[in-house]
C-alpha cells in the first residue's frame, strides 16, 4: 500500500490524519521545486569553475563582455534540463533530484573535513565548539 511516490502522505492518510497528509504532500512539492532551482542557479557556477580549472572546453569559460553573464552556460544547461524530461518518468526524475542533493551534501562534507585536516591553520577556522 505504501508502494507509491509518496508513502509517507499516504501513511497519514490511512491514519486518518488528513490535513497533516496534505501538509507534508505541500512541503515535498516545495522542498523540491526548491532544490530544482537551486541547481538551475548553482550548476552554470560549477561549470565555469571546472572550465576555468580546465575540465570542460574554455568555451563554457567565457564571460559576455558588456553584459557580464554566462550566456553559454545558462544555456546548455536550460537546454540540459528542459530535454532531461523528455526520458525520464517522474519518479526517476525525484530519485536523480535527491541523489544529486545527497551527493552535493556529501561532496560539501568531505571537502571541509578535507580543509580541516590540511593544515593548523585551517583546522582552527573549521574547529566546533565543546560540549560541557
Do not use: K, Y
Not at 85 to 108: H, K, M, R, S
Amino acid at each position: 500500500m505504501l508502494a507509491t511516490g509518496d508513502p509517507l502522505a499516504r501513511a497519514l492518510r490511512a491514519a486518518g490524519l488528513d490535513r497533516l497528509a496534505t501538509l507534508m504532500s505541500l512541503g515535498a512539492v516545495i522542498a523540491v521545486t526548491a532544490v530544482l532551482l537551486v541547481f538551475q542557479l548553482g550548476q552554470p557556477r560549477i561549470l565555469f569553475a571546472m572550465a576555468r580549472d580546465g575540465l570542460l572546453p574554455p568555451a563554457f569559460a567565457r564571460v559576455h563582455g558588456r553584459f557580464r553573464h554566462a550566456g553559454l552556460r545558462h544555456r546548455a544547461h536550460g537546454v540540459f534540463v528542459g530535454v532531461t524530461p523528455t526520458f525520464v518518468t517522474q519518479d526517476q526524475a525525484l530519485e536523480l533530484t535527491n541523489i544529486g542533493t545527497l551527493f552535493a551534501f556529501l561532496l560539501v562534507a568531505v571537502g571541509v573535513m578535507r580543509c580541516a585536516s590540511a593544515s593548523p591553520r585551517a583546522r582552527a577556522r573549521f574547529g566546533a565548539p565543546v560540549i560541557r
